[in-house]
């Protein structure tokens, strides 16, 4: 899920955190056939534009069949322009691919269920929504999609292949997966329906009260500021935030939830801005803690933060901070490493540009992006456990540090 905030000086241009969509964009990476030269030329033409230009006389010129028109040639020489900046979340989308990309953005589509993303030229599976078609059909976060409907997805774009993975309700898509768990090639189906994203649910076990937090958007504060106040109704001492399987959402939301439990004007996380540190003052670097008064008198003794390979984006973020602050004890598998912050500037003729101009690091200065959250405990297969199991892993774990 992808978080995104509007610049107060303009409308039109947003910044997002990306990982999170529903299905995250990119190009797969495919090979390129060798070619050689024609006899008597001679490979010493300058890399420039005028290079370019001679490439493209050679092509009208020698290409027997029917050309792309101007219009496509552009656009694909701009895909290629963003896929040389060797960054899976910077592309170009012409107009169709970006009006897809728009849906994604307000969350209204129809498909499998599943976060999807572009890793070192494969189609990764972040994370797949509680509930969803995906999560019915076996699919897991983690996943590399190999086929689609048997067909192979080397020479596709990422576009070419979310087209073909959505459809209409109803329909059957059939995917080949490479598990990186397990290391296997599985074929599953999955019948295609209308996908919602869940946002939150409660449930107690022994004395830990738990709060199932599926998403971040604009809903979420709201209902956890509840799930706060129905905790201290339930009497349980202890607080058990999941967050396995969560890709993500507004930052916002994130940081306002964080809110509640680490002290106002602490930093919550900071931005790397690279080579454009400069242009950006320490405080426009950093988003800190708005000091929420907790919800009731009643606090948790002890909070636990649960992650997989799932969790990515605000919920790194989230954890991340509780982590450095000493705030709660993280269990589970290592996150996604998904913190990076994409600006997105959509022009007149349909177009957009999805450009990374940060990336996230926590409190303590650690890398999001790429290297992820390392839990305090360890616990295998975390995405399958049942909640009451879970529930007696992290009770156990406070126990032994107590």
Known sequence: MEYHREKKESKVRKYLLV???FFLFGFLVAATNGTTLRKGEK???PVDSAFY???????????????????????????????AYDDDYTTFFPPTNSKLFSQDINGSFSGIGAEISVRDGFLFIEGVLKGSPAEQAGVEAGDVILKINGED?????FMDALKEIRGEVGTKVKLTLFSSKTEKTREVTVT????????????????????HLWNFNEKSLPLFKKALEEFAQSGKENLLIDLRGNPGGFLDSAIDMLSYFVEQGKVLVQEDFGD?????????RQVRSKGYEFPSQHRPKH??????SGSASASEIFAGALQDYGKALILGEKSFGKGSVQEYIPFENGSSLKVTIARWLTPNGRQISKKGIEPDIKIENVSKLETEELVKKFEEAISQKS
Do not use: W
């Open 19 to 21: 990982p999170s969509l």
């Open 43 to 45: 490979n010493s033409s």
């Open 53 to 83: 230009k001679e490439v493209e006389q050679k092509l009208r010129a020698l290409y027997p069949f029917k050309e792309p028109s101007e219009e496509e040639k552009i656009y694909e020489s701009l895909r290629g322009l963003t896929n």
């Open 153 to 157: 997805l080397a020479d596709k774009t």
């Open 192 to 211: 295609r329906d209308v996908v919602e994203i869940p946002t939150l649910e409660t449930e107690s076990h022994s004395n830990t009260f738990v709060i």
């Open 276 to 284: 454009n540190k400069d242009k950006y003052s320490a405080e426009e």
């Open 303 to 308: 909070i636990g933060v649960v992650i997989d």
